[in-house]
């Protein structure tokens, strides 16, 4: 593999947020308003909700911010590739002696340079107005962040493949896939409340160890590695497949000449 | 052309199959391309010239066949193979939000181009885009688009250089520029040129050699120049108009 080729994907993005407020400002306005609005909403059932030891704005403004960072890393990956997309680009960019791990290392590396813009900005907003330290989850940060961040990638992988093998109106079908998770992997209740079916389908998303570890350590309680381990190693598998899966509709694409076709018009 | 495989032609396409489903877009089509040699790919619209070019390129898959670049098995070593080649094509504009200098940087890393700087001015002079570098390539012309996408066929120096109607969109005299700057390419370096176009004029003039192509079959090939004689024919667009209308009296001449 040669980074340079990865390295160009990365600058291209750059280059592209350089020039444009229109694409710099989502980076860190949409997360910027949630963290507002779910910080009054905190702050205002701390005043309603008087059970003693319940601190909600690590379980509650924390978790908000856990999953947007999840949301910006999975996006960080598609909008890499949608520019590809708007821009027609395909027949120039795979058409060059760039591997396909090349390229989807490119997406990534993009992806952890957007995703990070909006993690720092939520932490500043969240601690400057609402005083949450994200201190509070003491040394499992680090491995909450990891988990979250390498399965966001693997969605941003998925959906990047979803619209190369159906086209480019199937991009609604993307944006709404952490929206569609989040029920289900417990971001702001504990698991326990589902039912067991959707319980059973939260054991295999690794964002759901996140958010059940992170109401454990607000609850003054310790996290077992080996939960923060069955996250982590669900999130490695995911990628793996999540390559897999990219890898097999790139194949098909140039078995088919949809990489040559692939234009403004749908192809499903 | 004859070729020592330690010299090998700069492309080597053997037996070339492509077919979809019951539709066979390529139909076991055999040919070179030399060094220092333009060689033009000819037909109508639906022959399987842009299904070959788009082989060649990697972004489509033979059905069967073997495409050798520089004695490098596209199949086998796909990422070495391509790094021999480039290609301006008028379906495939650079990314229009990108300025000109942006739109070379980038591929050029791609390309892993050495001294990249270094090389996009030069191609700046050399196509006349140095005005435009801070540009954004989508509000050029296309005629300038068109000298854009030949520079960034050049970044790389390919041995291999494929062109799908370059000059389709520029006037008569930019398009004599670029097809002076084509000819200049492989009289100095050591590459060849696979170039497909409906003007049967820049063909004579610029090709060394052409293949026509009608229903994913090679027909006819030879000197632009003495290949309407040897068919009957007054011209090559004589020639090409036969090719299209009636491709059988010629496949079985």
């Known amino acids: 593999m040669r980074l340079s080729r990865a390295a160009a994907i990365v600058l291209r993005q750059f280059y592209l947020l350089r020039g444009s407020p229109s694409r710099v400002f989502p980076l860190f306005v949409w997360v910027a308003i949630d963290i507002v609005l779910w910080g009054f909403i905190t ?40 520019e590809d997309v708007w821009s027609r680009n395909f027949l120039n960019v795979f058409a060059t002696p760039m591997t396909i791990a090349e390229y989807v290392t490119g997406l990534v590396l993009s992806s952890i340079a957007t ?94 160890y996140v958010f059940e570890g992170m109401r454990t350590i607000v609850a003054g309680d310790s996290v077992s590695w080996t939960t923060v381990l069955m996250g982590g190693g669900l999130a490695v598998l995911y990628i793996l497949l999540a390559a897999l899966f990219f890898t097999r509709v790139f194949r098909h694409a140039v078995r088919t000449g949809l990489i040559a076709r692939y234009s403004a018009e749908s192809v499903s | 052309m004859a070729e020592s495989s330690s010299n090998p032609p700069v492309l080597s396409v053997r037996e070339l199959c492509k077919s979809y489903a019951s539709t066979v877009a390529v139909d076991g089509i055999s040919f070179e391309v030399g060094r220092n040699e333009i060689v033009g790919l000819l037909g109508p619209n639906g022959a399987g010239k842009t299904t070959t070019i788009n082989m060649v390129l990697g972004v489509l898959e033979p059905t069967s066949g073997a495409i050798h670049i520089q004695g490098v098995d596209l199949s086998k070593r796909r990422s070495q193979a391509l790094e021999y080649t480039n290609f301006a094509a008028v379906y495939a504009p650079l990314p229009g939000n990108l300025t000109v200098v942006q739109n070379l940087r980038y591929f050029g890393m791609i390309y892993g181009v050495k001294r990249v700087s270094e090389r996009i001015e030069a191609l700046l002079q050399e196509f006349d885009l140095a005005r435009f570098r801070d540009t954004k390539c989508g509000v050029l012309s296309s005629g300038e688009q068109t000298r854009v996408a030949l520079a960034k066929a050049m970044l790389n120096r390919p041995q291999l250089l494929l062109l799908d109607e370059p000059t389709a969109s520029l006037d008569p005299s930019t398009a004599r520029d670029i097809r002076a700057r084509i000819r200049d390419f492989t009289a100095k370096g050591t590459g060849g040129v696979l170039w497909t176009s409906h003007n049967m004029y820049e063909v004579e003039e610029v090709c060394d050699r052409v293949l026509f192509m009608s229903r994913g079959k090679v027909l006819l090939q030879g000197d632009p120049r003495k290949l309407p004689q040897e068919h009957g024919k007054a011209t090559l667009e004589e020639l090409f108009i036969t090719v299209a209308r009636e491709p059988l009296a010629l496949e079985h001449a």
């Open chain 1, 115 to 208: 995703s990070s813009v909006g993690l720092v900005v939520m932490i500043v907003v969240a601690g400057a107005v609402f005083g949450l330290s994200m201190l509070v989850y003491g040394a499992m940060l680090v491995p909450f962040l990891l988990v979250l961040f390498l399965f966001g990638i693997a969605l941003g992988i998925v959906g990047t493949a979803v619209v190369l093998r159906l086209g480019p109106s199937a991009e609604w079908f993307i944006w709404p896939i952490p929206a569609l998770l989040s029920p289900f992997v417990g971001v702001f209740y504990p698991l326990s409340t589902l039912p067991s079916w959707m319980q059973a389908i939260s054991r295999l998303l690794p964002p759901s």
């Open chain 1, 43 to 82: 702050r205002y059932l701390g005043t309603i909700t008087r059970e003693p030891g319940m601190d909600l704005l690590p379980a509650l403004l924390g978790a908000v911010l856990l999953w947007d960072f999840l949301t910006r890393v999975m996006q960080g990956v598609t909008m890499a590739f949608f």
